[in-house]
C-alpha cells in the first residue's frame, strides 16, 4: 500500500468546513448545515480567518474564499464538489444522497449545483466586482418566469441607456 493509498484510507471522523463569512449564499448554507443532525462532527470555520490560517497554514487562504473547502480530521482536503458530497455524507438525513452524487452523473449534477453557486456569488474574486447580491429591481433589473432576468437600467434611463455616472451595470 502507498502513502497515497493509506491517506485516503483513513476514516473521517470530523470535518472542517472554511466559508465566505462575507457571502449571503454561505451564510446560508452556514446555517443550515449547523441546524442538520449529524453522523460526523462538522465545524463551521469562517475561511480566511486567523483560526483558519493558523490551523491550516498550508491551504492558499485566498483560495478558500472563493471555493467551498472543506478539512477532515486527518488532514484529508475536499473543494468544490467533492466539498459538498462529503458535507453531504456527514448529515444524517443526507447521506444517502451523498453515496449516489458520489459517482456517474451524481457528480455531475454537483458540480454544476457548485457552478451555479459561483455564478450568484460573482465567481473567484467577487469582492472586487458586483459582490453576488442578488438581482435588485432599484437597479433596473427585472424578473419574467419565461425569460428570467434582464437589466433595463434604473428607472429614469431612457432605453437602459444612462447618463456617465448615473448607473453602473453589473458585470455578468
Known amino acids: 500500500m502507498t502513502a497515497t493509498e493509506a491517506r485516503v484510507r483513513v476514516p473521517v471522523r470530523g470535518l472542517t468546513v472554511l466559508y465566505d463569512a462575507e457571502c449571503g449564499l454561505c451564510a446560508f448554507l452556514r446555517d443550515w448545515i449547523a441546524r442538520q443532525r449529524k453522523l460526523v462532527p462538522v465545524e463551521l470555520l469562517p ?10 497554514p498550508g ?25 459538498w458530497i462529503v458535507v453531504l455524507w ?5 447521506r ?17 449545483a457548485v ?6 456569488r460573482g ?6 466586482r458586483w459582490g453576488g447580491q442578488g438581482y435588485r429591481r432599484a ?10 432576468w434582464t437589466y433595463t437600467g434604473p428607472a429614469g434611463c431612457d432605453g437602459g441607456a444612462c447618463a456617465p455616472g448615473q448607473a453602473v451595470s453589473p458585470a455578468h
Open 90 to 94: 456527514a448529515l444524517r438525513e443526507h
Open 47 to 56: 475561511a480566511g480567518s486567523a483560526e483558519a490560517r493558523r490551523r491550516f
Open 139 to 148: 437597479d433596473g433589473w427585472s424578473y419574467d418566469p419565461r425569460h428570467g
Open 123 to 128: 465567481g473567484p474574486g467577487h469582492r472586487d
Open 96 to 112: 444517502p444522497l451523498a453515496h449516489r452524487l458520489s459517482h456517474g452523473s451524481g457528480t455531475l449534477v454537483v458540480r454544476g
Open 59 to 83: 491551504l492558499d487562504h485566498g483560495a478558500t474564499l472563493d471555493e467551498v473547502t472543506v478539512v477532515g480530521d486527518a488532514g484529508q482536503v475536499y473543494r468544490d464538489a467533492a466539498a
Open 115 to 120: 457552478l451555479a453557486a459561483a455564478q450568484w
